[in-house]
């Protein structure tokens, strides 16, 4: 009896300590949209190319990639050159533009995109394997779950763009 | 109020009184006495200074009886002017007032009135752990809950501590994490806490769901963080680098959600988890998979 006396009852510990909220985001497009701005900084466009918008077209319907080139674009700049993102799902929505970039979920054959920027100085970037053999510039591979991106020089070289050896140091070269 | 107050006052006293040797002093006990009388009569303060007193003379500091007056006075201020203060003195005093005379009683029952008055104080402490356990006082909530625990292992000796250790540093984690949450860059030091505190529970419980769940998730969270917070002009060399730690990150979470899995295969939110470190660590099929899991999960709801 004189133990109740003392007894009174004890707070309860929120029930919810414990579940905390997970990231929104998908790093991996935040990643890729890094690379595509640092590629603006290791590749030489022609003359012509150095004015007016700089222009980035994804080719494909992949949002989160979308999302993060739009955030990118907002606050950077490729020298004076305001980035603009495009977005088309048809091959003919494909104009001029500096950066191509192919979403892997696309199925178009590569030929028909590489013919479809022919004689146009743009860097084609995919991300599927193998395609750095079949006509990409750049294409972004994952190893020991890392991105990395193959580069084919002579790809880019036919292009009329110049990679400098900064960027060909980091890159997984790849040889047609 | 006041009087049911008094009157368990009195009773507690009563209880007190019953298992001691001798109720009233001799020559020595004059300040026992009185202080006794002022207990009895509700005058607290004119006890606080009778036992004050008392407790100067040597002979005091060796006897159990005197040790449990001056533990109860002090309760009674505590209770009458510092119910409220969670770092209280006078509550503070009590306690160790009442370790003391416990220390030195060989008397049984006596001992058992003393367990129950450090019950109470242990009660109290609990519920100032719980009440300040918020991102500004989480201190004085680890110091009232490690004074709570003293309380409850030397009021009930057999008494299982471990299920409030884990449901408290599960709570304290939580709390680290919203502290390190509120500025990530400034308050990195939390992320550590989180982690640790998180890695203790699992040391008591290897298999808590909870302590799993959200370490990989704080783990996750962290790599995913280093890659948002990567600026877009450091050079590819750096990008790499960040990209290296936050594999590291994600590989670390993999298994405190593998295991909250292996723990609780039901729960969406650890199927989410596995999905975005799998998606993250660029394990495209598996991270479908998990997803598959999730989409069958919410079908079957």
């Given at each position: 009896m004189k133990r109740h006396l003392f007894c009174f009852v004890l707070f309860v510990l929120p029930a919810v300590f414990g579940f905390q909220t997970s990231p929104n985001g998908d790093t991996n497009a935040r990643l890729k949209s890094v690379f595509i701005y640092n590629f603006t900084r290791y590749i030489d466009w022609p003359a012509e190319y150095k004015s007016g918008d700089f222009i980035i077209n994804m080719y494909g319907s992949n949002t989160s990639m979308l999302s993060e080139l739009n955030k990118m674009a907002l606050t950077k700049t490729v020298g004076t050159q305001k980035i603009v993102i495009k977005n088309t799902t048809?091959?003919?929505?494909?104009?001029?533009?500096h950066i191509l970039y192919v979403s892997p979920?696309?199925?178009?054959?590569l030929a028909e995109i590489i013919a479809k920027v022919k004689g146009k100085a743009t860097l084609i970037v995919t991300e599927q394997p193998g395609l750095a053999k079949k006509g990409a510039a750049i294409n972004f591979v994952v190893v020991d779950n890392r991105q990395k991106f193959e580069l084919n020089q002579n790809n880019a070289a036919k292009n009329n763009l110049k990679v400098s050896s900064a960027l060909l140091a980091l890159a997984i070269p790849v040889e047609n | 109020m006041k009087k049911i107050s008094c009157i368990r006052t009195m009773m507690i006293l009563m209880a007190f009184l019953l298992s001691s040797v001798s109720c009233l002093r001799a020559q020595s006990g004059i300040h026992y006495n009185a202080a006794m009388m002022f207990v009895q009569q509700g005058a607290i303060d004119s006890a606080k200074k009778e036992i004050d007193l008392h407790m100067k003379e040597a002979e005091s500091q060796m006897d159990p009886e005197s040790w449990y007056l001056f533990g109860f006075v002090y309760k009674e201020l505590y209770k009458k002017y510092?119910?409220?203060?969670?770092?209280?003195p006078y509550r503070i005093q009590a306690f160790e007032s009442y370790k003391k005379s416990l220390s030195l009683d060989s008397n049984t029952a006596r001992q058992k009135a003393t367990r129950d008055q450090i019950r109470y104080l242990g009660g109290r402490f609990y519920n100032d752990a719980v009440t300040t356990l918020d991102t500004i006082r989480f201190a004085t909530s680890v110091t009232c809950y490690q004074q709570y625990r003293e309380a409850a292992m030397i009021s009930d000796?057999?008494?299982?501590?471990k299920k409030k250790d884990i449901e408290f540093y599960l709570a304290l984690a939580s709390t680290y994490d919203a502290v390190y949450n509120i500025d990530k860059k400034k308050n990195v030091k939390y992320f550590d806490l989180t982690r640790e505190t998180y890695l203790q529970v699992l040391s008591w419980d290897a298999n808590n769901y909870t302590a799993n769940y959200n370490l990989g998730l704080l783990f996750w969270n962290k790599g995913v963080d280093l890659m948002y917070d990567?600026?877009?002009?450091?050079?590819l060399d750096s990008v790499m680098a960040v990209q290296n730690h936050s594999v590291d990150l994600f590989k670390e979470s993999l298994p405190f959600a593998e295991k909250a899995y292996e723990i609780e295969p039901k729960r969406e939110e650890t199927l989410i988890v596995l999905s975005g470190i799998y998606y993250s660590l660029n394990e495209f099929q598996k991270s479908k998979a998990y997803q598959q899991m999730l989409d069958d999960l919410r079908k079957q709801k």
């Amino acid at each position: 009896m004189k133990r109740h006396l003392f007894c009174f009852v004890l707070f309860v510990l929120p029930a919810v300590f414990g579940f905390q909220t997970s990231p929104n985001g998908d790093t991996n497009a935040r990643l890729k949209s890094v690379f595509i701005y640092n590629f603006t900084r290791y590749i030489d466009w022609p003359a012509e190319y150095k004015s007016g918008d700089f222009i980035i077209n994804m080719y494909g319907s992949n949002t989160s990639m979308l999302s993060e080139l739009n955030k990118m674009a907002l606050t950077k700049t490729v020298g004076t050159q305001k980035i603009v993102i495009k977005n088309t799902t048809t091959l003919d929505g494909i104009g001029k533009c500096h950066i191509l970039y192919v979403s892997p979920e696309v199925t178009t054959s590569l030929a028909e995109i590489i013919a479809k920027v022919k004689g146009k100085a743009t860097l084609i970037v995919t991300e599927q394997p193998g395609l750095a053999k079949k006509g990409a510039a750049i294409n972004f591979v994952v190893v020991d779950n890392r991105q990395k991106f193959e580069l084919n020089q002579n790809n880019a070289a036919k292009n009329n763009l110049k990679v400098s050896s900064a960027l060909l140091a980091l890159a997984i070269p790849v040889e047609n | 109020m006041k009087k049911i107050s008094c009157i368990r006052t009195m009773m507690i006293l009563m209880a007190f009184l019953l298992s001691s040797v001798s109720c009233l002093r001799a020559q020595s006990g004059i300040h026992y006495n009185a202080a006794m009388m002022f207990v009895q009569q509700g005058a607290i303060d004119s006890a606080k200074k009778e036992i004050d007193l008392h407790m100067k003379e040597a002979e005091s500091q060796m006897d159990p009886e005197s040790w449990y007056l001056f533990g109860f006075v002090y309760k009674e201020l505590y209770k009458k002017y510092e119910n409220t203060n969670f770092n209280s003195p006078y509550r503070i005093q009590a306690f160790e007032s009442y370790k003391k005379s416990l220390s030195l009683d060989s008397n049984t029952a006596r001992q058992k009135a003393t367990r129950d008055q450090i019950r109470y104080l242990g009660g109290r402490f609990y519920n100032d752990a719980v009440t300040t356990l918020d991102t500004i006082r989480f201190a004085t909530s680890v110091t009232c809950y490690q004074q709570y625990r003293e309380a409850a292992m030397i009021s009930d000796p057999g008494f299982d501590i471990k299920k409030k250790d884990i449901e408290f540093y599960l709570a304290l984690a939580s709390t680290y994490d919203a502290v390190y949450n509120i500025d990530k860059k400034k308050n990195v030091k939390y992320f550590d806490l989180t982690r640790e505190t998180y890695l203790q529970v699992l040391s008591w419980d290897a298999n808590n769901y909870t302590a799993n769940y959200n370490l990989g998730l704080l783990f996750w969270n962290k790599g995913v963080d280093l890659m948002y917070d990567i600026d877009y002009d450091i050079n590819l060399d750096s990008v790499m680098a960040v990209q290296n730690h936050s594999v590291d990150l994600f590989k670390e979470s993999l298994p405190f959600a593998e295991k909250a899995y292996e723990i609780e295969p039901k729960r969406e939110e650890t199927l989410i988890v596995l999905s975005g470190i799998y998606y993250s660590l660029n394990e495209f099929q598996k991270s479908k998979a998990y997803q598959q899991m999730l989409d069958d999960l919410r079908k079957q709801k």
